[in-house]
């Protein structure tokens, strides 16, 4: 690799310097430039090239812990082996620090005595200090004959001498430096000094005195351009893989060449890993630089890319040195090593820089910083910050500023740094009752993340309720905790115990009693078969709907929808659902409010508000995970999969499940798993992947599952597999059970499943039209029976079940029922049906239309098992295409391209408003075409449009 790069001026430069020596015309260059921009690369090519042209190379280096010795520069220059013999004796005598003692004691000695000569701001940055006082007699006659000796050496032979990093020089050498550069003009020698680019003050006054003389020169280097940059990482790696990564790096260099070389060298022993390793390569360079600049950068790495340098300085224990912290920082920036703002460039580097403080110098100063936080009147989340990162909490103040941060954190939806500084607050805290409520607001912290993370909880928790360390409202919470993960008899102890204490003897609020009602009422729908036979409290009216200050209104709203549910009355209750939903952002950081929002998308179903159910569960979704809410996700996500199935599309429900048990793991679900499973095995029991929806059920569950409704929906899933792949023994047996658990809860008349359709079904599959019937009558004379989504159904299965003359009437009706539910999946088996009637009557024509209508729904929804059932009836009735009726008349020449359009789609099955979607037109245009397309042809409703409408779909798209 080449050792320069944009240096070649500066090369030319000091050979010219060296061109007017050897005419005895002496010279001094300072070459200055930032922290690694190549001043010692520089220096060793320029001092090769000299030893070529017979010139003798005397070289010594500056070092900071060399600082205090006197004459310690003089003394390497002196004892250089270059020298000639016959000079090197008496060089080697004049720079003995021996010779500068001073029998006088002048006022100048203590210049010498180490201790007045090199002031350090932030213990060894570099930076000179002021002499103490002038120089003593015996340092001016050492200077003297030390510069008179090297000259007359440098009259026989040229010399190039070089002193790198000046900085770092003692006081009584740069004394002696200062005198030779007066006496070069006449001489064969050549003075090369480099420092850094942005000096301290002190540094500042050397340069300027070594530049007023017109021998002395300036040569400043610069960091790299972006194609220098990019000249020299090519040449370390290789074009190839240089096009790949060399942009990367040279971003974060900064045009540093050592920062850059350190890079190559790091990737090159590493190349199999696909970023750069920044933070070794920046180490690398800071360490260069001296312990001091390293600690400012560690301590700006602690305080935060905007820290101000007072408060830099604070944390470093330099209350004086805001200036110099400032320095180094400008000094860093120049280098490249920081960015134009004076931060680290990358995350990488920040967390390098601490890493390479010692575990307990890492805490301590996190504690500090924290402490200079507080002191300050910094955010809570500041504090908490430094006091998370040290693991440590020691301050009376500090339990209290991790419990602000962490509730700052859940009001943001800051979920993980909730939960990191309640873990640390609950392991410092002193006071028990403080112990049980921060364990509390942790566990609900966790929930929201990975509800098994929360279950390590529930143990302690619930004996923090008995000993009486928690509220009504934490013990509400710990109860709904309980039954997630199947512990319903610890959850009815906590609930028995709370029974007690706000009972008759018990010094309960008539609100907190409310409360306590409310979560039976919740748990008369959610988990009935622990519900059962316990008798909820009545209260006055007047007081069912206070709240006490300390418990969440959203379980007042889950337990009115929760009873809207138990009575069946949800149709009732929609406008209440949408303004909890429409609200239910609002309430993000509550232990109830998902079960809330829940309960409401319930609520939407079981009314036939399928479509705004999956609008709002889409709206729901997106917000949570926004907040990058697990737990949110996973329910939301579900609750969608469950409304997509009810619209008849099974691959969106599929999708929403999966993805559902993804966001969180079936365990991490706990007895809820049987909702996203549930839904998933019927969505794919719909699209014909059986052999899948098979491995689902075999998830193992608990018997708690079916103490819920979780568990009634997976039962209700299990029997619908069953059916599809004809074990109609297994399904039915499974649908009553269905009936059976809800008949036990008190629930039949909630409409939960609909399993007594699914039961008749299976038993006109297993040809009892008998007791299908009767089935079928049951659920025509429930209060619900009227519902689109509830009539429908059972309207097809009664056409099947009844005598061939009534199936007609019943499936034309079921048809609208069909469309107004919005559920395509029934929608195909009905229009299925009803094309068999029309088959049968005869009507081989309308039969047709009826079945490209399924046919073509089902393909849209991936019904395949519904597809491969409606070809084989293609077949019969002997369809040769999808428009074999396109030829026969109906008047549809006389349609407008836009009327043949709207028609086409209607044909297909579209409801007024898809078709608007497709068209991009609106609901009420689509109403006046085809209002139109009835009168031009002589029909009265859609299901009488022709069907060599069909034809026309190619060119509607």
């Keep these: 690799m080449p050792s320069l790069l944009e240096r070649d001026a500066h090369i030319d430069r000091l050979?010219?310097?060296?061109?007017?020596?050897?005419?005895?015309?002496?010279?001094?260059?300072l070459v200055d430039g930032p922290l690694g921009s190549g001043k010692s690369e520089l220096l060793r090519v320029f001092t090769a090239r000299a030893a070529e042209r017979g010139v003798l190379v005397v070289g010594a280096g500056c070092s900071a812990q060399e600082r205090d010795l006197p004459f310690g520069i003089a003394d390497r220059i002196a004892h250089s082996p270059g020298w000639p013999a016959r000079h090197a004796e008496r060089l080697a005598a004049l720079a003995d620090p021996a010779v500068l003692a001073d029998p006088a004691g002048s006022?100048?000695?203590?210049?010498?005595?180490?201790?007045?000569?090199?002031?350090?701001?932030?213990?060894g940055t570099g930076a000179v200090g002021d002499p103490a006082g002038p120089p003593s007699p015996a340092l001016l006659r050492a200077c003297r004959d030390l510069t008179t000796a090297l000259l007359a050496a440098a009259a026989d032979t040229p010399v190039l001498l070089c002193v790198e990093d000046i900085g770092h020089a003692d006081e009584a050498s740069l004394h002696f430096l200062r005198h030779l550069v007066r006496h070069l003009p006449q001489s064969r020698v050549l003075l090369?000094?480099?420092?850094?680019?942005?000096?301290?003050?002190?540094?500042?006054?050397?340069?300027?005195?070594?530049?007023r003389h017109p021998h002395a020169h300036r040569l400043a280097l610069a960091p790299l351009s972006r194609a220098g940059a990019l000249r020299l990482v090519t040449e370390g790696l290789g074009e190839e893989d240089a096009r790949h990564r060399g942009p990367g790096l040279v971003d974060v260099a900064g045009g540093n060449p050592l920062l850059l070389h350190a890079l190559v060298e790091e990737h090159l022993d590493r190349a199999d890993e696909p970023e750069p390793r920044y933070g070794p390569a920046l180490l690398s360079c800071l360490h260069r630089a001296g312990p001091g600049v390293l600690r400012v950068v560690q301590a700006q790495a602690v305080l935060g890319e905007e820290a101000p340098a007072e408060d830099v300085a604070r944390l470093l224990g330099e209350r004086e040195s805001a200036d110099a912290v400032a320095r180094t920082r400008a000094t860093l920036t120049a280098a490249g090593l920081l960015d134009g703002e004076g931060r680290l460039r990358t995350a990488a580097a920040r967390a390098a820089v601490l890493e390479d403080l010692a575990p307990h110098e890492r805490t301590e100063l996190r504690l500090r910083a924290a402490q200079l936080a507080h002191e300050t009147g910094s955010p809570a989340a500041e504090v908490a910050r430094h006091l998370v990162e040290a693991g440590r909490a020691p301050a009376p103040w500090a339990v209290a500023a991790l419990t602000e941060?962490?509730?700052?954190?859940?009001?943001?939806?800051?979920?993980?740094t909730a939960v990191a500084c309640l873990s640390l607050a609950h392991k410092e805290a002193a006071e028990e009752n403080d112990r049980a409520v921060l364990r509390h607001r942790l566990a609900q912290a966790e929930w929201q993340l990975n509800p098994s993370a929360a279950a390590r909880h529930l143990v302690p928790l619930t004996a923090a309720v008995r000993a009486g360390h928690l509220g009504l409202a934490e013990a509400l919470v710990l109860v709904r905790y309980l039954l997630w993960h199947g512990r319903g008899e610890e959850a009815l102890a906590v609930l028995d115990l709370l029974r007690a204490r706000t009972g008759p003897a018990g010094p309960a609020s008539p609100a907190e009693t409310g409360a306590l009602r409310d979560v039976e009422t919740w748990l008369a729908y959610t988990h009935p078969g622990l519900a059962r036979g316990r008798r909820v409290p009545v209260l006055p009216a007047d007081l069912r709907h206070t709240v006490a200050p300390d418990v969440d209104p959203q379980l007042r709203a889950a337990a009115a929808l929760a009873g809207a549910l138990t009575r069946g009355r949800a149709t009732e209750t929609v406008d209440h659902a949408q303004q909890v939903l429409h609200d239910a952002h609002l309430h993000g950081r509550t232990a109830w409010a998902e079960e809330a929002a829940l309960l409401a998308l319930r609520v939407l179903l079981q009314a036939g508000r399928a479509d705004t159910a999956a609008v709002w569960s889409q709206r729901l979704l997106g917000t949570a995970a926004r907040r990058e809410a697990p737990t949110a996700t996973a329910l939301y996500s579900a609750a969608h999969a469950e409304a997509a199935l009810r619209l008849g599309e099974p691959t969106t429900a599929a999708e929403h499940s999966r993805a559902a048990l993804t966001h969180l793991s079936p365990t991490s679900w706990g007895i809820?798993?049987?909702?996203?499973?549930g839904t998933l095995v019927i969505a794919e029991s719909r699209t014909g992947e059986h052999r899948s929806a098979a491995k689902h059920l075999t998830h193992a569950v608990g018997e708690a599952m079916f103490q819920s409704l979780y568990g009634l929906h997976y039962l209700f899933a299990r029997g619908e597999h069953y059916q599809a792949t004809r074990h109609g023994h297994a399904a039915l047996a499974d649908f009553l059970s269905c009936g059976e658990l809800l008949r036990t809860w008190g629930l039949d008349g909630a409409g939960v499943v609909p399993w007594r359709t699914q039961a008749a079904d299976a038993w006109l599959r297993l040809d009892n039209r008998d007791r299908a019937w009767r089935l079928i009558h049951e659920q025509l004379s429930r209060a619900d029976a009227d519902l689109p989504h509830n009539r429908g159904p059972a309207l097809r299965l009664l056409a099947a079940a009844g005598p061939a003359g009534r199936r007609g009437p019943l499936l034309t009706e079921a048809v609208d029922l069909t469309e107004a539910s919005g559920d395509r999946y029934e929608q195909v088996r009905v229009l299925t049906d009803l094309s068999r009637v029309h088959q049968g009557s005869g009507n081989r024509r309308r039969a047709r239309l009826l079945l490209r209508q399924a046919l073509h729904v089902a393909n849209m929804c991936a019904l395949q098992p519904l597809v491969q059932e409606l070809l084989s009836v293609s077949a019969d009735l002997g369809e040769s295409g999808p428009a074999a009726d396109a030829r026969e008349p109906g008047g549809v020449d006389a349609l407008t391209e836009s009327e043949r359009r709207v028609a086409s789609l209607a044909v297909l099955g579209y409801t007024n408003r898809e078709i608007a979607g497709r068209l991009y037109v609106t609901a009420s245009t689509v109403e006046q075409h085809?209002?139109?397309?009835?009168?031009?042809?002589?029909?009265r409703r859609r299901k009488d449009l022709p069907a060599d409408l069909w034809a026309n779909l190619r060119k509607t798209g």
């Design 15 to 29: 050979d010219h310097l060296l061109a007017e020596c050897l005419g005895r015309a002496g010279r001094v260059a």
């Design 405 to 416: 941060a962490a509730e700052h954190a859940l009001l943001d939806h800051r979920h993980r």
């Design 672 to 677: 809820a798993v049987g909702l996203p499973l």
């Design 192 to 211: 090369v000094l480099t420092d850094g680019s942005t000096p301290w003050p002190a540094r500042r006054r050397l340069h300027a005195e070594l530049l």
């Design 930 to 939: 085809l209002t139109r397309v009835y009168r031009k042809l002589g029909v």
């Design 107 to 123: 006022a100048g000695g203590a210049a010498l005595n180490g201790s007045a000569l090199n002031g350090s701001a932030l213990n």
